[in-house]
Every structure is written in C-alpha cells, then in structure tokens.
T-cell receptor, first 115, second 115 residues
Framework: NAGVTQTPKFQVLKTGQSMTLQCAQD?????MSWYRQDPGMGLRLIHY???????DQGEVPNGYNVSRSTTEDFPLRLLSAAPSQTSVYFCASSYSSTGRTGELFFGEGSRLTVL | AQKITQTQPGMFVQEKEAVTLDCTYDTSDPSYGLFWYKQPSSGEMIFLIYQGSYDQQNATEGRYSLNFQKARKSANLVISASQLGDSAMYFC????????????FGTGTRLQVFP
C-alpha cells in the first residue's frame, strides 16, 4: 500500500546545481501537486496538475519546473538551485474535484538544503 | 483572494482535557471546503477532518470535531480528551472553489499536550 512516494528524502545541493524530486502515486489520482513548507509560513503551492499532460503554476512557481507525462508520476525540477529553495517539499495527490472531499494524500516529504 | 488565518502559534493543554484550535478563513465564493491536517514531529501530513460549506452539521471524526461558524467564517478544530500523541503541528486549509483540489494552508498551530 505505497500511496504517494517521494525520493529522495534528503538532499544537499550547492548553489547552481540542478536536481529532480521524484513523486509517484499508485492510487490512480488525477490531481497531483507540489508544496514547500518553510518555518512560520505553512505549506505553499508550487505547481499542480489536473491530469497527464496538464500542469499549472501555484503560489510560488519561480525556480521550479514540472511535467506530467503519466498519471502516476509528477517530478519537480530545480534547474539552478538557490539557497532560498532550502525547504521541505511535499508531493500530494487526490481524486478529481468531482470525487469525495478533495482530501490530499501526502508523501513523506523531501528535505532539501542548498548551500 | 482566499486566505486562511491561524492566530495561535502555540497551545498547551493537559492530558485528557479538551482544546480548541482556531481557524478563520476569507472567501467570497459560497462553495468551499475546509480541512484540518496534523503534522507530528516525524513530518508526515495526516488528514483529520473535512467540512463542506453546504454541510448542515458540524463534522466529527472520533475525538476531532469541527466547530463551523459560517457567518463568522471560522472553522475551529476541537480535540476532546487530549492525548500525549496529539502533540503536533495542526494546519487548517481551504479548498479553492470550483478548482481542482488546490488547498490553501494556514501557518499552523503547535499543540503540546502535557501529563
């Protein structure tokens, strides 16, 4: 019963490096999203997707790219990491808006440090 | 724009007592959903309870209940008979209306339960 799986759980980068946070869900959810969590600021939406081939920006999209080639996967790419991107990242998925309550199922989080 | 406000950065409660965590929201749309999530020190996000704007009764899930006051735009979480394991961060969130499960989060309240 995997649910939402994020990798890696921890990562340290140097400024300017690139990396991809992987997210996969096995619940056949249409909706997937990425949040970042910073102290005192709650969770803020970075990007989201309502289905394969469709993505859109959230509240804090700058510095991040996403794609959704399959229903299961929704990777988050940092093209040139900056210290301001040091954060904990959560991937989440849910049924479509026509589903039950729109409850989000979260991955365990990925802690990223940019030096 | 929609907004969630949690004004209590931290709360203390004695074991077996009840505690109320405050949440107010701002939206001009009549259709919305309100959520509470728990984040223990291990970091995962755990869904607790949901209230729809058209629901006639306050939501309850075991020891959790949501005190929904629509006119005041408040959605306070009530935890009855607190347990040591309830010590965690608690986030209130709102689903944007007519959107695909995008959640807007408050900044959270840290609850500490003492013996």
């Amino acid at each position: 019963n995997a649910g939402v799986t994020q990798t890696p759980k921890f990562q340290v980068l140097k400024t300017g490096q690139s990396m991809t946070l992987q997210c996969a869900q096995d619940m056949n959810h249409e909706y997937m999203s990425w949040y970042r969590q910073d102290p005192g600021m709650g969770l803020r939406l970075i990007h989201y997707s309502v289905g394969a081939g469709i993505t859109d920006q959230g509240e804090v999209p700058n510095g991040y790219n996403v794609s959704r080639s399959t229903t299961e996967d929704f990777p988050l790419r940092l093209l040139s990491a900056a210290p301001s991107q040091t954060s904990v990242y959560f991937c989440a998925s849910s049924y479509s808006s026509t589903g039950r309550t729109g409850e989000l199922f979260f991955g365990e989080g990925s802690r990223l440090t940019v030096l | 724009a929609q907004k969630i406000t949690q004004t209590q950065p931290g709360m203390f409660v004695q074991e077996k007592e009840a505690v109320t965590l405050d949440c107010t929201y701002d939206t001009s749309d009549p259709s919305y959903g309100l959520f509470w999530y728990k984040q223990p020190s291990s970091g995962e996000m755990i869904f607790l309870i949901y209230q729809g704007s058209y629901d006639q009764q306050n939501a309850t899930e075991g020891r959790y209940s949501l005190n929904f006051q629509k006119a005041r735009k408040s959605a306070n979480l009530v935890i009855s008979a607190s347990q040591l394991g309830d010590s965690a961060m608690y986030f209130c969130a709102m689903r944007e209306p007519y959107n695909t499960d995008k959640l807007i989060f408050g900044t959270g309240t840290r609850l500490q339960v003492f013996p």
